[in-house]
């Protein structure tokens, strides 16, 4: 794979960006919140020290091209506002997962339709990608939506297939297919 360390992505409210050490902050801010995480797939961080591992961790991972994270930045105040995310690429299947999440804050203005659909158009024009995959608690309604109004189709159900801080869920699979993306763009 590429090295993804210049990749930087532009929309007109946002710029996507790889995290740097001085987003250690907001990074902890939104991903040790409770309402950011209560569908995600780990608990949230207790320690400030989670952000500067990850943004450290990153910075191999997207010179390596192994997984594409980026910062959401807000244009207008420059704030972090939370991160998206291309992983679990495969070179020969030219397939990805995507995930993002967003601080509270954030919420509700159209921000993860707008960060997400361009990390697609960059996986699909830039990165050749055939598919994209999303795996999502099914009681997410609001990352639900999201995928729904990108394109999404809901591919089917995986019973009981996490466990979080002792809870078991479910997952739902949601895939955007090439030639779907492109009939859409
Ligand atoms: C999922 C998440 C990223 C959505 O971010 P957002 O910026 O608020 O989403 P958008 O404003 O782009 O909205 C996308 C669509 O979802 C709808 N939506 C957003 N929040 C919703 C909610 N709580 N309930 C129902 N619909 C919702 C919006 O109305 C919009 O649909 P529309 O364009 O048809 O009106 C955000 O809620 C979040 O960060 N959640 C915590 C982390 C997480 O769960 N990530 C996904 C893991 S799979």
């Known amino acids: 794979m590429e090295s993804?360390?210049?990749?930087?992505?532009?929309?007109?409210?946002?710029v996507l960006r790889p995290l740097v050490p001085a987003d250690a902050a907001a990074l902890f801010a939104v991903f040790s919140?409770?309402?950011?995480?209560?569908?995600?797939?780990s608990a949230p961080w207790a320690t400030p020290e989670t952000a500067v591992e990850l943004i450290a961790a990153d910075r191999e991972a997207l010179a390596a091209g192994r997984h594409l994270r980026l910062g959401i930045v807000g244009r207008a105040e420059g704030a972090l506002l939370g991160t998206c995310?291309?992983?679990?690429?495969?070179?020969?299947?030219r397939?990805?997962?995507v995930g993002y999440g967003l601080?509270?804050?954030?919420?509700?203005?159209?921000?993860?339709?707008?960060?997400?659909?361009?990390?697609?158009?960059?996986?699909?024009?830039?990165?050749?990608?055939?598919?994209?995959?999303?795996?999502v608690d099914p009681r997410n309604t609001a990352s639900i939506h999201c995928l729904e109004r990108l394109g999404f189709a809901r591919e089917g159900l995986l019973r009981e297939r996490w466990i979080v801080a002792g809870e078991?869920?479910?997952?739902?699979?949601?895939?955007?297919?090439?030639?779907?993306?492109?009939?859409?763009t």
């Open 85 to 93: 995310s291309l992983f679990n690429l495969s070179g020969q299947c």
């Open 95 to 97: 397939r990805a997962e």
């Open 103 to 135: 601080g509270p804050e954030a919420w509700g203005q159209g921000y993860a339709v707008e960060a997400v659909g361009e990390l697609l158009r960059f996986g699909f024009a830039d990165l050749d990608l055939n598919r994209v995959e999303a795996d």
């Open 168 to 184: 078991v869920t479910d997952s739902v699979i949601y895939g955007l297919l090439r030639r779907q993306w492109q009939d859409r």
């Open 4 to 14: 993804f360390a210049d990749v930087r992505l532009a929309t007109a409210r946002l």
């Open 33 to 41: 919140d409770r309402r950011v995480m209560r569908y995600w797939s």
